[in-house]
C-alpha cells in the first residue's frame, strides 16, 4: 500500500491484515465481510464462513456448514451473536456462536443475492431476503419459520439494507425504502444508467446513518432523509406517513465500492477510478474522505491503495465495511483486507513533524494532548527553522514555548551560538530577577553584538539590568577592543553606562562629559555628584546652560563664590547663572557684577535691578551707565545721587521726553525743578504745548506757566492747551474743596461718636479687680479706707485709697505711665 505523495495531511493510517488470513487466501478468496468491535467475519468464494480478530488470527476451530458456492453477504444482528450468510446455492445460514442448537439452515432453491437479519434478531427472530421478492422471514412456535412478501420487485434485489421500520433495498431500476410499520413502499428512487456498462453490472452500495440513506451505485452518490409528511399532506392525500426526500445528489470520477460515515455532511467512499492504465488493466482502489453540499462535493483526501492482485478486480471485487463508533474502516479484495483507521493525535503530531509542518503539530498538541510534549515539538521546530535560517522566528518560538524554564533557555541558547545569531534571540531572552540565566549567556550575546553591531551591544547596554552579566568583565572586553574613531562614541558612551553600573560615577561623569552627552544630568541628579562637578562646571553649561543653572541652583555642595569664580571664564555663562541666582538670592552679594553683564547681554533688565537693589557703587553704576549712554538709568542714578536737576537735564535733553519730565518733577514736587522745567520749555513753543497738556493732570498752579509766556510768541494749538489746563486745575481745586468737605465731615461724624463713647456708663462687675492692689474693685469694707472708685474709660479701675499722690488721675497710670518726681 502506497500513501499519497502530496503534503496534504492525511486522515487514516493502514494496516494490512496477515496471519490466519494470509493462509486462507492463499486458496480462497473474500466474496464479503462482516465487522463488530472485536471480530470479523469472512465469506469466501468457496462458501467457507471464518471468524477472526481484527489482526487476522482465528478465533477458534468452529466449523460452519458450507456454501456450495461463494458466499453473496453476510449479516450480524446487534450482539454480535447471529451470523446469517447466504449465497446463489439457494441456502440460508444462520449460526449462532455460543449455542449451535439456535442455529437455523434452509434452502430456498433459488439465488439469494442479500440478507438482513433484524438488529433484534435474539428476541424477535426475524430477517429479511431479497430474490424476487422482498420476503420477511419470522419463527413462529407451531410453524417453524413463516415467510411473508412485503413486496414484489422489478427484478433480482441485488442490495439490502435493514434500519428500525425502515428497510432500504435495490433492484435493476432503482432503490426502493419499506416501511414495516405502515408495511408499504415509500416510493422509487430511480437510478440513471452510467456513462459505460449497464446499471445491473455495478453493485448497489447502501448504507444508512440514522435517519439519512446514502446510496452509492455506479459513478452516482445520492443522499436522502426519511421525514415525516406534515398533517396537511397526509389529510388531503391517501399517502404514508413518512417520505424518502433527496438532499444531495452528485458524481464522482470512480466508479463507487463503497460508503461509510464519518463525521457531519462528510462520507468515505471506497472507489475504482474508471479509465483502466497505460497496460489497459485496473488502476489502483481509492479511498476518498468527501464533503458533501447540496449538489456538490469536494475531495478533503485520496489515497489510492495497492491492494494485492488489483490489476485483475472491477468495481464489484470490491466492498468497505466499517465500525462507525470506532471510526474503523475495512478495505476488501478478494485477495487482501486492509483496515483504515483515523490518525489519532499521535499519529498526527508524527505525520506533521515528519513532514516539517511544526506549527500544525503545536496546535493540533495543545487541543489534544498525546504522548508528544509542546517542548518536545518546539526543540525539534527551533531545528529546523535554524536550519532554514528563520532566525526571528526560531526566537519567538522559544519566548513562547520556555517561558522561565532556565535550563532550555540556556540549553536552546547555544544552537543559536553555533550559528552566529545570538543577536536574533537577544530581545526574547528572560531578563527577570525570578528566571535569570547565567550570566555567560547575556554575555555572550554582548560580545556577539559587539563584534557585528556595536549600536546594538549600546543598545543592550542601556536596557540589560547590570545583574544579568559581569560588567567588570564587559568594560575589561572594551578596553582590550581596537575600535574605529566612528565606533569611539559608541562605546564610550556604553563605559559611561557600565562604570555607572559599578558605582565609578567619576569616570561615567568624564565619559559623559568627553561626549557632551546630556544623559550626564541625570547621572548627577541621580547620585548627587555635585562635588565632583566642581572642575566641569563650564563643560556641563556648553551641554546644557539650563538644566546645569537648575542643577547649581538645587545644590549646596559647591558656593556660589565658587560657582562665579569658575564661569569668571565665560560672561555669557557668568551673566547667565548670576540672572538665574538673583531670584533666589537676597544677598545681593553678585549685583555689581549683573549689573555690568546686563549692560552688555540684556539691558532692559538693568533698570529693574538698579531700582531693587542697593549693593552695588552708585558713582561706579553712573559712569558704567554714562559710557553706555543709558540714558534712562542715568537719571534713575543721578536722582538717587540727589542731583535731581542733572537729571532732569537728561530727561529734557537728551531723552527728549516731557511726559517723563512731568511726572519727574510731579514725584519730587519741587518747584525748582517745576521752574527749570518751565524755563527750559518756554523759548521752544510746541513743548509749551506738550507742558499745558501734561500740566492740566497736576494741582500746579497755571499762572506759573502764563506769565513766562511771552507776548506775540506764537505757540502752536495754544488755546486748547490752555483750556485742557485751565480745565484740569479747576478740576483739581473742585476735588480739593470736595475732600475738605468730606474730611471735615468724617471729622465731625468721628467726634460725635467718641462724644457718645464717653458719656456711656462703665459696667463694674464682681469679678473686676483695681489695677494696683488686685483685690475686689467693690465688696471690700475697710473703715480706714474710701469707698471711692476711680474708672477711666479704657476700662482700668482703681481704689482711690490705692491711688497715691504721685499719679496724675487726669489719665491712666497703666496706658500713660508716669515718672516717679
Known sequence: MDGDKSQIEPIFKYLRIASDLKDILKNDSVSCIAATSKIIFIGTNWGQLYILDHEGNAISDQKFPKHMVSINEISVDSKGEHIATCSDDGKIHINCLYAMENSVYFSLEQQVKCIQLDPDYESKRRFIVGDYQLK?????????????????????????????????????????????YEKCSLGLIKWEEPKQGKLTDFRCNLLWSNSTLFIGWAETIRICVIRKRNVMEISTRNLPGYIVDPISTFKTE?????????????????????EKDQENVSQRPVLCVIQYKCNEYEELCTDSLTLKDYELYSSNDYSLECLTDENKYFVVSPKDIV???????????????????????????????????IIQVARLYVDYLLSHQKYEEAAKLCLDTFGNNKDLWEEEVYKFVKVKQLRSISSYLPRTEDCKLNPQVYEMVLYEYLKFDKMGFLQLIKEWQPYLYNTTAVIKVIDDLEYDKKDKKILLEALAILYSHERKYNFSLKAYIQLEHKDVFQLIKTHKLYSSIKGMINDIMKLDNERTISILLGQNAITPAEIVEQLEKNENFLYQYLDAFKKVDMTGKFDWKLVNLYAKYDRDKMLPLLRKSWSYPLQDAYELCKTNLFYPEMVYLLDRMGNTKEALEIILRKIKNIKMAIDFCSEHDDIELWEYLI????????????????????????????????????????????????????????IHSGCNEILKTDYFDVHSKLITLQNKATTIRNDSVCC???????????????????????KHMFHESCVTERFDLDSCSICIPTKAP
Not at 483504515?340 to 494532548?369: C, M, P
Not at 506759573?704 to 484740569?728: D, F, V, Y
Request: charged share 25%; hydrophobic share 40%; with cysteine.
Open 339 to 373: 483496515t483504515a483507521s483515523l490518525y489519532e493525535t499521535d499519529d498526527r503530531v508524527k505525520y506533521l513533524i515528519e513532514h516539517d509542518q511544526y506549527e500544525k503539530a503545536l496546535d493540533v498538541i495543545r487541543e489534544k494532548g498525546g504522548k508528544f510534549s
Open 254 to 274: 470512480f466508479y463507487v465500492c463503497g460508503l461509510a460515515p464519518l463525521e457531519k455532511n462528510q462520507l468515505v467512499v471506497l472507489g475504482l477510478p474508471k
Open 679 to 734: 524755563n527750559e520749555s518756554i523759548e521752544r513753543p510746541e513743548i509749551i504745548t506738550l507742558l499745558m497738556d501734561g500740566l492740566s493732570t497736576y494741582s500746579l498752579d497755571p499762572l506759573i506757566i502764563i506769565n513766562r509766556l511771552q507776548e506775540g510768541q506764537e505757540i502752536p494749538e495754544l488755546k486748547s492747551a490752555l483750556t485742557k489746563m485751565l480745565t484740569g486745575y479747576s478740576l483739581q481745586v473742585s
Open 772 to 794: 494696683l492692689c488686685h483685690r475686689s474693685i467693690i465688696g471690700v469694707k475697710d473703715s480706714n479706707k474710701s469707698d471711692v472708685v476711680i474708672v477711666f474709660n479704657c
Open 136 to 180: 420477511l422471514y419470522e419463527k413462529t412456535l407451531l410453524r417453524g419459520i413463516k415467510p411473508s412478501i412485503l413486496c414484489e420487485s422489478e427484478g433480482t434485489i441485488n442490495a439490502l439494507k435493514w434500519n428500525g421500520p425502515f428497510i432500504a433495498w435495490a433492484n435493476a431500476i432503482g432503490v426502493r425504502v419499506y416501511d414495516t
